[in-house]
Protein backbone atom coordinates (compact mmCIF):
# COMPACT_ATOMS: atom_id res chain seq x y z
CA UNK A 1 0.00 0.00 0.00
CA UNK A 2 0.98 3.11 -1.03
CA UNK A 3 1.35 6.32 1.60
CA UNK A 4 -1.12 8.19 -0.22
CA UNK A 5 -3.46 5.27 -0.41
CA UNK A 6 -2.75 4.83 3.37
CA UNK A 7 -3.73 8.91 3.62
CA UNK A 8 -6.79 8.17 1.92
CA UNK A 9 -8.36 5.24 3.72
CA UNK A 10 -7.18 6.77 7.01
CA UNK A 11 -9.61 9.86 6.55
CA UNK A 12 -12.49 7.59 4.96
CA UNK A 13 -12.14 5.50 8.44
CA UNK A 14 -12.25 9.44 10.58
CA UNK A 15 -16.03 9.56 9.03
CA UNK A 16 -16.99 6.00 9.86
CA UNK A 17 -14.93 4.71 12.56
CA UNK A 18 -16.00 5.73 15.98
CA UNK A 19 -12.69 4.74 18.25
CA UNK A 20 -10.98 8.29 18.06
CA UNK A 21 -8.38 6.95 19.98
CA UNK A 22 -6.94 4.39 17.28
CA UNK A 23 -7.35 7.08 15.04
CA UNK A 24 -4.89 9.37 16.86
CA UNK A 25 -2.62 6.46 16.64
CA UNK A 26 -3.29 5.05 13.16
CA UNK A 27 -2.50 8.69 12.18
CA UNK A 28 0.85 8.77 13.47
CA UNK A 29 1.83 6.58 11.16
CA UNK A 30 -0.43 5.61 8.51
CA UNK A 31 2.35 3.10 6.78
CA UNK A 32 2.76 1.07 9.82
CA UNK A 33 -0.65 0.79 10.50
CA UNK A 34 -1.95 0.72 7.10
CA UNK A 35 -3.35 -3.23 7.41
CA UNK A 36 -5.36 -1.98 10.92
CA UNK A 37 -6.62 0.55 9.50
CA UNK A 38 -8.20 -0.86 5.93
CA UNK A 39 -9.15 -4.27 8.88
CA UNK A 40 -11.61 -1.48 10.14
CA UNK A 41 -12.88 -0.12 7.05
CA UNK A 42 -14.10 -3.19 5.88
CA UNK A 43 -16.08 -3.46 9.08
CA UNK A 44 -17.64 -0.10 7.92
CA UNK A 45 -17.31 -0.03 3.84
CA UNK A 46 -16.97 -2.79 0.91
CA UNK A 47 -14.12 -3.67 -0.90
CA UNK A 48 -15.29 -1.23 -3.77
CA UNK A 49 -16.38 1.17 -1.70
CA UNK A 50 -12.40 1.36 -0.28
CA UNK A 51 -10.99 1.52 -4.03
CA UNK A 52 -13.66 3.70 -5.20
CA UNK A 53 -12.71 6.35 -2.42
CA UNK A 54 -8.77 5.55 -3.44
CA UNK A 55 -9.77 6.68 -6.91
CA UNK A 56 -11.47 9.56 -6.83
CA UNK A 57 -9.25 10.64 -3.84
CA UNK A 58 -6.38 10.33 -6.47
CA UNK A 59 -8.24 11.48 -8.80
CA UNK A 60 -8.22 14.75 -7.06
CA UNK A 61 -5.19 14.97 -6.24
CA UNK A 62 -4.28 14.67 -9.76
CA UNK A 63 -6.41 17.36 -11.09
CA UNK A 64 -5.30 19.58 -8.17
CA UNK A 65 -1.62 18.82 -9.58
CA UNK A 66 -2.73 19.43 -13.22
CA UNK A 67 -4.22 22.64 -12.07
CA UNK A 68 -1.11 23.34 -10.13
CA UNK A 69 1.02 22.89 -13.13
CA UNK A 70 -1.34 24.69 -15.66
CA UNK A 71 -0.97 27.67 -13.37
CA UNK A 72 2.38 27.85 -12.97
CA UNK A 73 2.91 27.37 -16.53
CA UNK A 74 -0.30 30.61 -16.95
CA UNK A 75 2.19 32.90 -14.84
CA UNK A 76 5.17 31.68 -16.57
CA UNK A 77 3.78 32.94 -19.61
CA UNK A 78 2.45 35.68 -17.69
CA UNK A 79 6.14 36.71 -16.35
CA UNK A 80 7.71 36.22 -19.97
CA UNK A 81 5.03 38.27 -21.62
CA UNK A 82 5.94 41.04 -18.64
CA UNK A 83 9.67 40.73 -19.25
CA UNK A 84 9.01 41.31 -22.71
CA UNK A 85 6.58 44.30 -22.46
CA UNK A 86 9.18 45.76 -20.31
CA UNK A 87 12.41 45.26 -22.58
CA UNK A 88 10.11 47.02 -25.53
CA UNK A 89 9.50 49.37 -23.05
CA UNK A 90 13.11 49.93 -22.11
CA UNK A 91 14.22 50.11 -25.97
CA UNK A 92 11.08 52.30 -26.89
CA UNK A 93 12.79 54.64 -24.09
CA UNK A 94 16.02 54.26 -25.32
CA UNK A 95 15.09 55.30 -28.93
CA UNK A 96 13.46 58.09 -27.36
CA UNK A 97 16.12 59.49 -25.48
CA UNK A 98 18.51 59.16 -28.73
CA UNK A 99 15.86 60.68 -30.81
CA UNK A 100 15.75 63.32 -28.08
CA UNK A 101 19.41 63.66 -28.41
CA UNK A 102 20.13 63.92 -32.01
CA UNK A 103 17.06 66.65 -31.91
CA UNK A 104 19.00 68.62 -29.04
CA UNK A 105 22.30 68.55 -31.00
CA UNK A 106 20.49 68.96 -34.33
CA UNK A 107 18.83 72.05 -32.55
CA UNK A 108 22.10 73.48 -31.43
CA UNK A 109 23.99 72.77 -34.74
CA UNK A 110 20.43 74.96 -36.53
CA UNK A 111 21.01 77.57 -34.11
CA UNK A 112 25.17 77.98 -34.42
CA UNK A 113 24.25 78.08 -38.11
CA UNK A 114 21.56 80.87 -37.47
CA UNK A 115 23.93 82.67 -35.45
CA UNK A 116 26.64 82.21 -37.78
CA UNK A 117 24.92 83.63 -40.57
CA UNK A 118 22.90 86.56 -38.66
CA UNK A 119 26.74 87.64 -38.01
CA UNK A 120 27.51 87.34 -41.33
CA UNK A 121 24.69 89.79 -42.29
CA UNK A 122 25.49 92.17 -39.94
CA UNK A 123 29.00 92.26 -41.23
CA UNK A 124 27.67 92.35 -44.70
CA UNK A 125 25.45 95.94 -43.37
CA UNK A 126 28.45 97.14 -42.25
CA UNK A 127 30.47 96.53 -44.70
CA UNK A 128 27.62 97.81 -46.47
CA UNK A 129 26.97 101.49 -44.80
CA UNK A 130 31.14 101.75 -45.03
CA UNK A 131 30.79 101.65 -48.69
CA UNK A 132 27.93 103.78 -48.86
CA UNK A 133 29.65 106.00 -47.09
CA UNK A 134 32.90 106.04 -48.88
CA UNK A 135 30.56 106.52 -52.02
CA UNK A 136 28.97 109.03 -50.71
CA UNK A 137 32.13 110.94 -49.37
CA UNK A 138 33.40 110.54 -52.72
CA UNK A 139 30.25 112.05 -54.32
CA UNK A 140 30.69 115.28 -51.97
CA UNK A 141 34.02 115.25 -52.52
CA UNK A 142 33.56 115.12 -56.38
CA UNK A 143 30.49 117.52 -56.09
CA UNK A 144 32.62 120.62 -54.48
CA UNK A 145 35.47 119.63 -57.01
CA UNK A 146 33.16 120.11 -59.39
CA UNK A 147 31.66 123.39 -57.76
CA UNK A 148 35.55 124.63 -57.80
CA UNK A 149 36.44 124.03 -60.99
CA UNK A 150 33.48 125.71 -62.17
CA UNK A 151 33.99 128.81 -60.73
Known amino acids: MSPTQAKHDIELLKKVFKDESKIITFARDPIRYAGDILYALLEHKTPEQIVQNR ?34 AADQAATDKASADK ?10 AVDQTVD ?14 QIVTEAAVSVKDEEKKSE
Not at 120 to 133: D, G, K
Request: hydrophobic share 45%; net charge negative; glycine share 0%.
Open 120 to 133: EAIAQEHNAEESTE
Open 55 to 88: RKKQADADKAADQAAADKVAADKIAADQAAADKV
Open 103 to 112: IAVDQAAADK
